[in-house]
């Protein structure tokens, strides 16, 4: 859908994304955060993106909306920028698809993640296992001495409890 088609509606946006004030850029410029609570994943948005979104259910092309855009704004967009902006929320899985196109999505980014080489290289590296003592076996013989001393201690608990207080 990237480009625009005349008279198409682009997919529509999740429902549970959250549009929120952000901080003012070291340019005085302002930004939003659009927070993507499933992943936990926040992506800073400038003054175009919003526009762009404020305008996303409306069927016009990326010309049209960049158009319309620079018509109401002093900003300068090109159709570029809004198809740029389209494939960044499709690659962060910001747009509502059906279920069995976003779970076919969802498996092959976890399996490109897990064929880079660096990937398999930090995973073996931090997650190995070296047992430095195995003490099972003074474990075991420890509780057949420390379980006749258990109920008396469970009696005197209480008693030293009420003497301290």
């Known amino acids: ?30 930004s939003w955060i659009l927070h993507d609570p499933p992943s936990h994943r926040f992506h800073r948005l400038g003054w175009l993106q919003v526009e762009v979104l404020r305008r996303w259910d409306r069927p016009l092309t990326d010309e049209r909306l960049a158009e319309d855009i620079a018509r ?12 740029g902006f389209q494939q960044f929320l499709a690659q962060n899985h910001l747009l509502d698809t059906p279920a069995p196109e976003r779970t076919k ?25 070296i047992p430095l003592v ?13 379980q006749p001393m258990a109920k008396p201690m469970l009696a005197v608990l209480p008693l030293l409890g009420l003497l301290g207080a």
């Open 1 to 30: 859908m990237v480009g625009g088609v005349t008279g198409a509606l682009r997919p529509p946006l999740r429902t549970d994304l959250a549009l929120r004030p952000g901080p003012v850029a070291w340019n005085g410029a302002p």
């Open 105 to 129: 999505a969802f498996v092959q980014a976890v399996a490109a993640k897990r064929d880079r080489p660096l990937f398999r290289v930090v995973k073996s590296y931090f997650f190995t296992r």
């Open 72 to 83: 109401t704004t002093t900003l300068t967009p090109k159709a570029q920028d809004i198809g």
């Open 134 to 146: 195995r003490p099972d076996r003074f474990l075991t013989a420890l509780h057949g001495v420390v």
